[in-house]
């Protein structure tokens, strides 16, 4: 049973809110009475088009913006009374952070910075920290965990940091920020870990849409290695529901994990995208022929597990348990606009 709620958010500032998540989150709260601002940069892994309903209305703002960028962040933060920040902005695809660390230092530790800043100046001076009246809730991954070996025991929220590449290290230190400010100025924060997302709208650079459109290319699914890392997949829907469980029914200062309880190694998942396309595709089986495997990227975590007790029995939230069914639904939706032009242009990195 979910618990009591503790804060009932007026004006939700949503950093990221094109994002794949952001949106999502977004579009859970469409039946909400609280004012939504949208905060994004619009990079390349923007798409207002998962936010068409939300053109004109009244309590939906969408603000282009670089949270980095303190003086904007600031005027908005006071012009709309924010008093709910939920963090998502973030660079966040691994094998660019290889090739590009310093983007993700910028955006991920200096915009969290800038956020945390600039809130706790509007938020002291106007309820004065009291966490009744303000709350920000920072989206952090699993990765920050390091790798787990295949019987080590899932994370936990007392698990170690163990950051293993450029990006999970920029979301750790991200996190240590917003903790501190918890400490030192008491900030009322809350934090979550969540696994591998998935479903609809969802940037083509990520594993699943790569594999769909593969599959619908007739072209090659790449797999790292030998295909054996395991990841635990959690649909977006649940973890918007997750954020917002935490959000309004949790003390301050709490941290949790967001996990589907999906383990699946990548080469496991291909197939079973595979063999789900075939039923679709019957001419084009079979579709695991396609999967091929390529040289692993550097410092490649081989196994993520969330254990998300804590969040279950603490604040009443569950994972949904059909993740066929949402996968289904997640490869529909890609078959609904993938149109013969915007399979030829998806990249398969």
Known sequence: MQKQKKFSPKVIFITGGAGFIGAHYINFLKASPFTIINFDKLTYASNLNALQEFANPSHYHFIQGDICDANLVAQVLSDFNVDTIVHFAAESHVDRSITDPKAFIEA????????????????????????????????????????????????????LYRPNSPYSASKASSDHLVRAYFKTYNLPMTISHCSNNFGPFQHAEKFIPTVIAACL?????????????????????DHCSAIQTILETSVVGKTYNIGGDNELSNK????????????????????????????????HDWRYAINSERLQQELGWRPSPNFSKNLDETIAHYLSILTETDIAQTTTN
């Not at 200096?110 to 100046?121: Q, V």
């Not at 007739?218 to 829907?237: C, F, H």
Request: overall charge negative.
């Open 108 to 159: 991920n530790v200096l915009g969290t910075y800038t956020l945390l800043e600039t809130a706790k100046k509007l938020w002291q001076k106007n309820w004065a920290l009291n966490p009744e009246h303000c709350r920000f809730h920072h989206v952090s991954t699993d990765e920050v965990y390091g790798a787990l070996k295949k019987d080590e025991a899932a994370f936990t929220e007392n698990s």
């Open 268 to 299: 496991s998942l291909a197939l079973l995208i595979a063999e789900k396309m075939d039923a679709l595709f019957p001419e084009k089986a079979a579709h695991a022929d396609l999967i091929s495997y390529v040289t692993d990227r550097p410092g």
């Open 217 to 237: 290319k007739q072209k090659s699914i790449p797999l790292y290695g030998d295909g054996s890392q395991i990841r635990d997949w959690l649909y977006v829907e």
